[in-house]
């Protein structure tokens, strides 16, 4: 009857990296290890929201990336558009990426594709 042979030391050292990859300390000092560091900021307070008031109706997307348009608030607009002194940078067929005064970039995400409702 053959053996078969168990590498004991080898599933220890295993065990002993898993176990430091999923230790909050290591994993860019996140309370939880599975929560990406780089996740889109999220507004608790509506006042403080910069997208406060914009609306995501609709996108009408077709071949040509540059002719989609977003339906915001019940106004087309395409990309390079200013909306409240907000401008359209691009129309993807899911999100409309939008340029705040300060520089920041932020995504207008269609409702139909979010993945968790607050």
Known sequence: MKRIPVYIFDLAIFFIILFQLLNADVCFGLKNP???????????N???????????QAIVSGSDSDKNIAVINGNPYYAGSKIMGKTVVRITRRAVIIKLKNGKIVKLILSKFEGFKK
Do not use: D, M, V
């Open 34 to 44: 599975f929560i990406s560091p780089f996740k889109a900021k999220q507004y608790k």
């Open 46 to 56: 509506i006042g403080e929201n910069p997208l406060n008031g914009l609306k995501l």
